[in-house]
């Protein structure tokens, strides 16, 4: 998407500060919630991934809906004050997969480390005399390159949740022929609908391929939907749910892990502005920062997924021309009122595994080729061949690294060869930095 528009010409026909009827700001804030792709899926996609019960799945997808909603609500109304809509972070999602996976780790390690990194950055983009650490990372994100890589990698991170969870496990009720018919019902579905449906028929694609295909799934292998009736109204929270432990090299992790989320966010908020005409100040742009942060500590306290800006919301801001942050307010709200009702935690748990991961192939597939088009404006002369090309193998081979290597390796490292925003990420910013000095400094001076 376009990074500014020329001066004085504002994107919006509702500014950011605009108020709406409550009846528009309702429709606009559901129309948000029907573009935020992994609320959806990561919930359900960890926690058959991970074996969790069916109770520990809806409070996962309950605490999830809560807080991408408090800190939906935060960027509108707090320091920041932008239209900006926040859903589970998929750094986070394969972080905490990964370490959930470990015999030696678990989720009570990773939720416990991560809270204390969230702490980190908070401290981290405290704005002192208008400069905030955080800050100096930003100019890199602007790249292109960097971003699409970032996005490609995270992408190829998931991928094991895809076509392998669509199969699904040799014991499970409908391997192989079931799985693949229902999967295929939800993607062919949500392709219809997205290439010959009317506009407002578009946004709710996905969830009317998730429903016909769990219906179709239905017919052959019975539901327990009296779950969702037996279900209590209102979720009780619960603090660390997996159980609270901390190690110093874990928390690094997390740190490094949100560094791309922190990146990202300053580059999107430059966006946003820009189509408001509304230049952003670097204290204004940290406090958005800490409202992160302060929501990825809650997520940690709750047992969920730290938050990360939703491109797709942005779209729907530049489709509708409608840039009020009181919309995406309501829309936090309402994300907030979703996770908090037990019932309809229940009801996204039920969605068989099949359905979840093929729906997970198309989306993941679609943004990592977003990715790729991001790459066509790069000028690939020899230094950027290289950084990208060192960085990718980086980032792709730390995950075929197995077998007795492997398991004699510290448990952190084993850790990061799976991270591979994080094995790539870190030296393809570091040779970026380095062998393309000159023209960020350049760029700089415009």
Same mark, same amino acid.
């Given at each position: 998407?376009?990074g500014?528009? *020329?001066?004085g010409?504002?994107?919006?026909?509702?500014?950011?500060?605009?108020?709406?009827?409550?009846?528009?700001?309702?429709?606009?804030?559901?129309?948000?919630?029907?573009?935020?792709?992994?609320m959806?899926?990561?919930?359900?996609?960890?926690?058959?991934?991970?074996?969790?019960?069916?109770?520990?799945?809806?409070?996962?997808?309950?605490?999830?809906?809560?807080?991408?909603?408090? +800190?939906?609500?935060?960027q509108?109304?707090?320091?920041?004050k932008?239209?900006?809509?926040?859903?589970?972070?998929?750094?986070?999602?394969?972080?905490?997969?990964?370490?959930g996976?470990i015999?030696?780790?678990?989720?009570?390690?990773?939720?416990? *480390?991560?809270?204390?990194?969230?702490?980190?950055?908070?401290?981290?983009?405290?704005?002192?005399?208008?400069? *905030?650490f955080?800050?100096?990372?930003?100019?890199?994100?602007?790249?292109?390159?960097?971003?699409?890589?970032?996005?490609?990698l995270?992408?190829?991170?998931?991928?094991?949740t895809?076509?392998?969870?669509?199969?699904?496990?040799?014991?499970?009720?409908?391997?192989?022929?079931?799985?693949?018919?229902?999967?295929?019902?939800?993607?062919?579905?949500?392709?219809?609908?997205?290439?010959?449906?009317?506009?407002?028929?578009?946004?709710?694609?996905?969830?009317?391929?998730? +429903?016909?295909?769990?219906?179709?799934?239905?017919?052959?292998?019975?539901?327990?939907?009296?779950?969702?009736l037996t279900?209590?109204?209102?979720?009780?929270?619960?603090?660390?749910?997996?159980?609270?432990?901390v190690?110093?090299?874990?928390?690094?992790?997390?740190? =490094?892990?949100?560094?791309?989320?922190n990146?990202?966010?300053?580059?999107?908020?430059?966006?946003?502005?820009?189509?408001?005409?509304?230049?952003?100040?670097?204290?204004r742009?940290?406090?958005?920062?800490?409202?992160?942060?302060?929501?990825?500590?809650?997520?940690?306290?709750?047992?969920?997924?730290?938050?990360?800006?939703?491109?797709?919301? #942005?779209?729907?801001?530049?489709?509708?021309?409608?840039?009020?942050?009181?919309?995406t307010?309501?829309?936090?709200?309402?994300?907030?009122?979703?996770?908090?009702?037990?019932?309809?935690? #229940? =009801?996204?748990?039920?969605?068989?595994?099949?359905?979840?991961?093929?729906?997970?192939?198309?989306?993941?597939?679609?943004?990592m080729?977003?990715?790729?088009?991001?790459?066509?404006?790069?000028?690939?002369?020899?230094?950027?061949?290289?950084?990208?090309?060192?960085?990718?193998?980086?980032?792709?081979?730390?995950?075929?690294?197995?077998?007795?290597?492997?398991?004699a390796?510290? =448990?952190?490292?084993?850790?990061?060869?799976?991270?591979?925003?994080?094995?790539?990420?870190?030296?393809?910013?570091?040779?970026?930095?380095?062998?393309?000095r000159?023209?960020?400094?350049?760029?700089?001076?415009?």
């Amino acid at each position: 998407m376009a990074g500014g528009t *020329s001066s004085g010409e504002a994107i919006f026909d509702v500014d950011i500060h605009g108020k709406l009827p409550p009846s528009q700001a309702l429709v606009l804030g559901f129309q948000h919630i029907f573009g935020m792709i992994g609320m959806f899926v990561f919930p359900g996609v960890m926690g058959n991934v991970l074996h969790l019960s069916v109770d520990q799945i809806a409070h996962l997808y309950g605490m999830t809906f809560l807080v991408s909603g408090l +800190v939906t609500v935060m960027q509108a109304m707090l320091i920041l004050k932008l239209p900006i809509v926040h859903g589970p972070y998929v750094g986070s999602f394969t972080a905490l997969m990964a370490l959930g996976q470990i015999p030696d780790a678990g989720l009570g390690l990773a939720f416990g *480390s991560c809270f204390f990194a969230c702490i980190v950055w908070f401290l981290l983009t405290v704005p002192i005399k208008g400069w *905030s650490f955080a800050g100096l990372f930003a100019r890199y994100l602007h790249h292109p390159m960097i971003a699409g890589i970032m996005v490609f990698l995270a992408m190829v991170q998931i991928a094991n949740t895809s076509l392998p969870g669509w199969i699904g496990e040799r014991m499970s009720p409908g391997f192989p022929v079931l799985n693949l018919l229902s999967g295929t019902v939800a993607v062919t579905t949500m392709v219809c609908v997205t290439l010959w449906a009317a506009k407002p028929m578009r946004r709710i694609a996905m969830l009317m391929g998730m +429903v016909l295909g769990t219906l179709f799934y239905a017919f052959f292998v019975p539901i327990p939907f009296g779950r969702v009736l037996t279900a209590p109204w209102l979720v009780t929270p619960q603090w660390f749910p997996f159980g609270f432990e901390v190690r110093a090299d874990i928390v690094v992790l997390f740190v =490094l892990v949100l560094v791309p989320a922190n990146i990202a966010s300053m580059a999107l908020y430059t966006v946003v502005g820009n189509w408001a005409n509304e230049k952003l100040s670097p204290s204004r742009m940290s406090g958005g920062l800490m409202s992160v942060a302060i929501g990825g500590m809650i997520a940690s306290v709750l047992g969920t997924y730290a938050t990360h800006i939703y491109p797709d919301n #942005m779209g729907l801001l530049r489709y509708t021309r409608v840039g009020s942050r009181y919309a995406t307010m309501t829309c936090g709200l309402l994300l907030m009122a979703l996770g908090a009702c037990v019932k309809f935690d #229940m =009801l996204l748990v039920l969605v068989p595994t099949p359905v979840l991961s093929a729906i997970a192939t198309l989306l993941f597939g679609i943004v990592m080729v977003h990715a790729i088009q991001h790459l066509s404006v790069v000028e690939w002369d020899d230094r950027n061949l290289i950084i990208a090309g060192f960085a990718l193998l980086m980032g792709i081979g730390g995950l075929f690294v197995a077998g007795e290597a492997y398991q004699a390796m510290p =448990l952190v490292v084993r850790i990061m060869l799976k991270q591979a925003v994080v094995v790539g990420g870190v030296p393809l910013i570091a040779l970026h930095a380095i062998l393309n000095r000159d023209k960020i400094a350049a760029a700089k001076t415009v």
